[in-house]
């Protein structure tokens, strides 16, 4: 760990609570650098100017991330009870700014996932919703997804999935598309294309747009056959 001063509040009280949140954040991570930009009358204040962290792995709710190159700035922190051994609490919302990179095996491991695998499942629904599909909810309940398998290429991507229904009967589900941003909170899929979920015919959709929301600004979003580049920021509320 690099220290930017010679604070004994940041050696001895905050760079430990620091790594503690973050390792509380995360199932897994190896290889973590901090480094805290700070002077000891702002820490008093319980304010820190900057904090850097890099690692080169780290699993966040079942996603597996090579490397992660991330900073803040302006962050308030509770130091009164950092300075009495409780954890680190954000006292209001910030912005991360930061450099990801998953590979194609990070992305497969993922894909194991609640978080992406449920995102994917959503996605489906969203598309089935697009085209006006009546029922749509009721079809897809019937049918339990297993994704087990990615590939990718330049700015896209094939996905596959077992269907598994009721009586256990399996059906194969490909879900091909390119990926690129149209804006910095929007994701383009152009097209993407449902082959097949059954009862329901082949769906191919040109300029789907995914709205991430204002708490999150993508600069760069790049997918090649071995891993997936983000460049971006996000808002972090605790």
């Given at each position: 760990m690099t220290i930017?001063?010679?604070?004994?509040?940041?050696?001895?009280?905050?760079?430990?609570?620091?790594?503690?949140?973050?390792?509380?954040?995360?199932?897994?991570?190896?290889?973590?650098?901090?480094?805290?930009?700070?002077?000891?009358?702002?820490?008093?204040?319980?304010?820190?100017?900057?904090?850097?962290?890099?690692?080169?792995?780290?699993?966040?709710?079942?996603?597996?991330?090579?490397?992660?190159?991330?900073?803040?700035?302006?962050?308030?922190?509770?130091?009164?009870?950092?300075?009495?051994?409780?954890?680190?609490?954000?006292?209001?919302?910030i912005f991360v700014n930061g450099e990801l990179i998953l590979t194609l095996n990070d992305i497969q491991t993922s894909l194991n996932s609640s978080l992406l695998s449920q995102g994917l499942v959503d996605l489906v629904k969203l598309l089935l919703a697009h085209q006006a599909i009546e029922n749509y909810q009721n079809i897809l309940a019937l049918y339990k997804f297993n994704w087990h398998n990615i590939v990718l290429d330049d700015d896209q991507f094939i996905l596959k999935a077992i269907l598994t229904d009721n009586h256990g009967q399996k059906t194969d589900l490909i879900l091909t598309s390119?990926?690129?941003?149209?804006?910095?909170?929007?994701?383009?899929?152009?097209?993407?294309?449902?082959?097949?979920?059954?009862?329901?015919?082949?769906?191919?959709?040109?300029?789907?747009?995914v709205d991430l929301g204002n708490d999150v600004e993508l600069k760069q979003l790049t997918l090649n056959a071995d891993k997936l580049f983000c460049l971006g920021k996000i808002k972090v509320v605790s």
């Open positions: 930017k001063t010679k604070s004994e509040i940041i050696s001895h009280f905050l760079s430990p609570a620091i790594k503690f949140w973050l390792r509380s954040q995360l199932q897994y991570v190896e290889d973590l650098n901090i480094e805290i930009h700070a002077g000891d009358k702002q820490i008093l204040t319980g304010k820190i100017n900057k904090v850097s962290l890099q690692t080169t792995k780290a699993v966040y709710q079942d996603i597996h991330i090579s490397q992660a190159s991330v900073s803040t700035e302006n962050i308030a922190i509770n130091l009164g009870g950092i300075l009495r051994g409780k954890p680190l609490k954000l006292l209001q919302p390119t990926l690129t941003l149209k804006n910095d909170h929007t994701l383009l899929f152009n097209p993407i294309k449902i082959d097949t979920i059954p009862s329901l015919d082949t769906i191919i959709i040109k300029n789907f747009e």
